[in-house]
């Protein structure tokens, strides 16, 4: 990979965006732009004929290529859970995730970012969900074109990492939402920001095409209906201001209607003024094709800030693994060779020296017999200690038991053991029967003794009843489980 430059494809229905951007400390420039515009509904040969074209005839980086997923192929869902550990986040939103889309689980690639964290112990998160195959699709597009990936992004974090990065707006509407209108030739992205986060995005299919004073009153309709899901799902605070994103002359007139309708404060923001070339490169022949946005490919390229969504698959994070473990191999076989070169330098120069050679021979064989020694030592410290505990119960195989007997939709928030050998277990589950079968397992297993349930209280949060309940038992002796 070129040094700092970055490279970012986006692939819709109607076109195929490929960016190069350079960063150097901190600062954005774009490198190279190619916007390919392609049929509607084109098969994915053409797509990938389409991609090859823009590869082949321009100076494009082969490796770790950002690709960007549309909005529309995403399924965005807030979820408030009773945690705040990302790896707890996980489990509880892999439980939950198959009655949040509209497709078998085991067909989901997803991922969350934090909305934010309450003082009671509960976090507010953004769950995006894509189907396998959109993202294989993806791999296979731009594998075929010779490149590799290095991370799947969602458009809407690369709109709201351009807006978190510009210098010449600025929202002031403190403790409000503000909204990014980003307007596109066939399409716009409806994002939502809440202090820097985003809440919800939606993507409409009507774009820069559209802002005709025929077509508005449908454009309208479409802005219409996602502030009414945003306000009638309570997905955050008050709107306070609109920021449109485009450079044609009609976004005026969109502002008009938006300002009649909301009674809010609104601007329009050409974004191509603010994109930054490097010398040479020309842009503007953006503008003549009906408003085409590029901020998606340029704010993916932002990495920091909190935590946002990746959907890249496990297998290319395993090739990514593999590669690095190869190059580390590889820096390492050079490295002990050079270092046997060098040594072999050395003694046909200092042939003359075979006395202190020796010498200094019999002093590392001496230094290896106190390092053998002291390892003899630690082997048998550790033969002394594996002798002192077998036969007890190791903190690790309680985990593993109480791993296997707890039921799917159960999830601890404390587990305590008291030098008492008594186990206290707190969680919650979505049923009763579930706890009830925890409990039997529990009866059941030779490794606890004395199990109470101590409660079990159906309580509601955010319209979901679940279980909380306490089980306390005694962790049974050598001999108990014999017996």
């Known amino acids: 990979m070129k040094k700092n430059v970055y490279l970012t494809i986006s692939i819709e229905d109607a076109f195929i965006k490929v960016l190069q951007v350079k960063m150097q400390r901190g600062f954005l420039s774009v490198v190279s732009c190619d916007v390919e515009f392609i049929a509607p509904g084109s098969l994915e040969d053409q797509q990938i004929a389409a991609l090859q074209k823009i590869v082949s005839e321009g100076d494009i980086v082969k490796e770790g290529a950002i690709i960007i997923v549309p909005r529309k192929q995403v399924v965005l869902k807030q979820l408030t859970l009773p945690s705040q550990t990302e790896t707890e986040i996980k489990r509880m939103i892999d439980l939950q995730l198959a009655s949040q889309i509209p497709y078998a689980k085991e067909d989901a690639i997803f991922d969350f970012s934090i909305i934010h964290k309450d003082s009671s112990g509960y976090t507010k998160v953004l769950v995006a969900s894509v189907h396998k195959d959109v993202v294989e699709k993806y791999s296979r597009m731009v594998h075929a074109a010779g490149l590799s990936i290095q991370k799947v992004a969602l458009s809407s974090f690369g709109i709201m990492n351009w807006f978190a990065n510009q210098k010449k707006i600025r929202y002031q509407g403190s403790g409000k939402a503000l909204v990014l209108i980003d307007i596109d030739f066939h ?32 454009f309208m309709d479409q802005l219409g209906l996602t502030f009414g899901v945003y306000k009638k799902e309570s997905l955050g605070p008050d709107i306070g201001q609109m920021i449109v994103l485009s450079g044609i002359k009609e976004a005026e007139f969109l502002k008009e209607q938006l300002i009649k309708f909301y009674n809010l404060p609104v601007d329009v923001f050409d974004s ?3 994109i930054v070339c490097e010398k040479g490169l020309d842009i503007s022949r953006l503008k003549t094709k009906e408003g085409s946005s590029i901020i998606a490919n340029i704010g993916s390229v932002f990495f920091e800030g909190y935590r946002h969504v990746d959907f890249t698959p496990k297998e ?3 090739v990514k ?16 060779v050079v270092a046997g070169l060098c040594c072999g330098a050395a003694l ?11 010498r200094d021979l019999k002093n590392k064989l001496e230094q290896t017999a106190a390092e053998v020694k002291k390892a003899e030592m630690k082997m048998q410290l550790v033969d002394f200690v594996r002798d002192k505990v077998q036969g007890h119960i190791l903190i690790a195989e309680v985990i593993h038991e109480l791993y296997q007997l ?3 939709d159960i999830a601890f928030r404390s587990l305590n053991i008291s030098r ?8 919650f589950s979505d049923s009763s029967s579930s706890v009830d079968k925890f409990q039997g397992q529990l009866v059941k297993s030779k490794m606890f003794n004395n199990v109470n ?23 049974a002796s050598d001999k108990e489980q014999d017996f």
């Open 406 to 408: 707890t039921p799917e």
């Open 187 to 218: 399409v716009s992205e409806i994002c939502f920001f809440e202090e820097d986060r985003l809440v919800y995005s939606r993507n409409i299919n009507f774009g820069s095409q559209d802002l005709k004073k025929k077509e508005m009153g449908l």
């Open 272 to 274: 191509q003024e603010a």
């Open 348 to 358: 046909n120069i200092r042939n003359y020296q075979k006395r202190a050679y020796l």
């Open 420 to 427: 008492q050998d008594m186990i206290a277990i707190q969680g």
């Open 453 to 475: 349930l101590q409660y079990a209280t159906n309580r509601k949060r955010y319209r979901k009843e679940y279980v909380d309940f306490k089980i306390v038992c005694r962790l």
């Open 316 to 318: 290319t994070l395993a």
């Open 321 to 336: 693994k593999r590669r690095i473990k190869k190059r580390e191999i590889f820096k390492f076989v050079l490295a002990f």
